[in-house]
């Protein structure tokens, strides 16, 4: 998180860049936001891990946790997607290019990237929680980044076709060869090319090798529950099957007490843990 | 170092602070007592068999506070809050340990709660032992006791028309300056007494193993039994001397980001945007509230999260009891090598 002498609980000022619909039923919007000041800006990316959050604050109506959906090699901004849900996405859905808004971040510990080091990584995403998937696999693809890990396979499902996050990005990459993509839908369209059905059952068909390789999870909790279980089934071990939590959250730090999981606090220690750490953790999610 | 302070010379010593310092202690108010500043008339209580309704931890985390101040372009800014150097007189030992609890939540290495490192480096802590340790409290059952020092600049022991003064800091010395020095006889009385109120305190339950059993039980039918009759009213939390859980909101008039008390036995705490909730009955919110205290705690700093001040005890509006829930969660199974 940025330490620039102001409080931990006081938002840097940030501009918008650009707003845009993700999904054709405008549901999902997506934001990238610029620095007010270059300080602010240095902070963020000294710290910044993909797999982190932050919370985007809009006075008056008050913070909402997003994760960031860019790579730092992407340039001097950050991406955020938001689903239209309570009262502050529904004003980060009102902001326009130019608007002021805050954001305290990066917040929490983000994908164990060393770790993966030199491994096949499992990617699987379902609806909007793809976000920061998005942001690791941009931050894996970039070509000082890409020689470090092995195979990269995603799957990534939503409910319709509509609601697919970044599409020219999937596009090109289906058209790269060091990647291999499975999307899906839940009910058939006409026109579309891939899998049909739940993320869970896809996974299973796809089966991937659990040889050398972590798989990383993120969805809503019912396609999570199923897909760890069906992870486990293809062999892999707890400890390489890693998820990204979410929970109500309000201070972002660790202090408020309101995400907790048993002794661990969302924010703080989380988002990421693996199935082995959520294993010896009490179920209150 | 060991001094005798005279009750009827207390007034004066505390006015005499007043120069200096902000003075809280606890004062009548309704029917109940209250940590308040001294003014002029302040008439100071500590003649209740049992500490002040709300407890201290009001001083460091108060109810309300804004955090950030909204400016007139969409910026934002510190909100400033003017913290005077105070003393707290007369806080129990069961209220001073419970913010010594807290400094593991809010000073961290990573991320330092600017607002309570302030006013607990502003504060200097006057203890007030219990020589008649009250009927709800039950802090050497979880450890600590009616004279425990922990957190304390000064102990006091009431010897009747005098108190013993035992100062245990520098801050804390310098203003119980030029009191004559007790007695080693007055010294040994004074022990006397704490020990005496020590063992007048019953075991109110065990805590051998209760953690494991706790723990282990997290599915049993034990959680549906003992907030069988809890009305989710959350003032167990409000009283909690180590209950810190607090909500963010915005005040749009006033232009303020505010923190204000919140408690984990309210529906809305864990509610989240999608409509799911973790903790959707008080099954789950009795069972979040004792798990943090007496498994969550001790996973993280190896403490139990409760100085057994007796509060939720005495207020709880259907006569919950914390010691009768952990005696019944004494009588759960569990398995011993879960513990090694």
Known sequence: ?285 | MNLILEKHALPDLLQSWRGNYDVYLPQKMERFSHFMPLTDNSVLVTHEPHNTRISPKALFLPMTEALVKFTRFGGYEDAQQVIQPRIIFAIRPCDAQAVQLLDTSFIQEAYTDPLWLERREKTITVGLGCHEPCQTGFCTTVGYGPFNKADLDVLLTDMGDAYLVETLSKAGEDCFQGLPCASDEFVEQALIVQRNAHDQMPVAFETENLKEKLEQNFNSDYWETVSQSCLGCGVCTFLCPTCFCFDIVDETQRRERVRNWDTCMFRTYSLEASGHNPRPSKVERTRQRLSHKFVYWLDQVNQIGCTGCGRCVRYCPVGLDIRAMLRQAQTLPFEVSHAG
Not at chain 1, 18 to 40: G, I, N, P, R, W
Not at chain 1, 49 to 62: E, I, T
Not at chain 1, 103 to 110: E, I, K, T, V, Y
Not at chain 1, 217 to 240: Q, S
Request: proline share 6%; glycine share 10%; aromatic share 10%.
């Open chain 1, 1 to 285: 998180m940025q330490d620039n002498g102001h409080s931990p609980y006081t938002p840097i000022p940030m501009h918008v860049l650009h707003a845009y619909y993700e999904s054709t039923d405008h549901s999902l919007k997506t934001v990238e936001l610029s620095f007010d000041h270059a300080a602010d800006s240095q902070a963020f990316f000294e710290a910044f891990n993909p797999g982190q959050f932050c919370l985007l604050s809009v006075a008056g109506k008050g913070e909402s946790a997003l994760g960031v959906a860019s790579a730092a090699w992407e340039g001097n901004f950050v991406r955020f997607t938001a689903q239209k849900m309570g009262s502050v996405t529904t004003a980060l859905h009102g902001l326009k290019a130019g608007d002021a808004i805050g954001m305290r971040g990066p917040l929490g510990n983000g994908f164990p990237l060393q770790d993966w080091k030199g491994k096949n990584l499992v990617i699987i995403g379902g609806g909007c929680a793809f976000s920061t998937l998005y942001a690791l696999t941009k931050h894996i693809h970039h070509e000082s980044h890409r020689d470090d890990y092995g195979k990269l396979t995603l799957v990534y499902g939503t409910r319709t076709s509509g609601l697919c996050m970044y599409k020219h990005d999937i596009a090109a990459w289906h058209e790269n060869e060091d990647m291999e993509i499975h999307q899906a839908i839940d009910v058939p369209e006409d026109d579309w090319l891939h899998h049909v059905g739940y993320v869970p059952d896809v996974v299973r068909q796809v089966a991937p090798s659990p040889v050398n390789a972590v798989a990383v999870v993120c969805g809503p909790p019912i396609m999570t529950k199923f897909t760890l279980p069906a992870l486990v089934e293809l062999g892999f071990a707890p400890e390489n099957i890693f998820t990204s939590l979410e929970k109500r959250m309000k201070c972002g730090i660790g202090k408020c007490g309101r995400c907790n999981l048993g002794p661990k606090y969302i924010c703080k220690d989380g988002p990421v843990f693996s199935l082995a750490e959520l294993n010896a953790l009490p179920a209150d999610l």
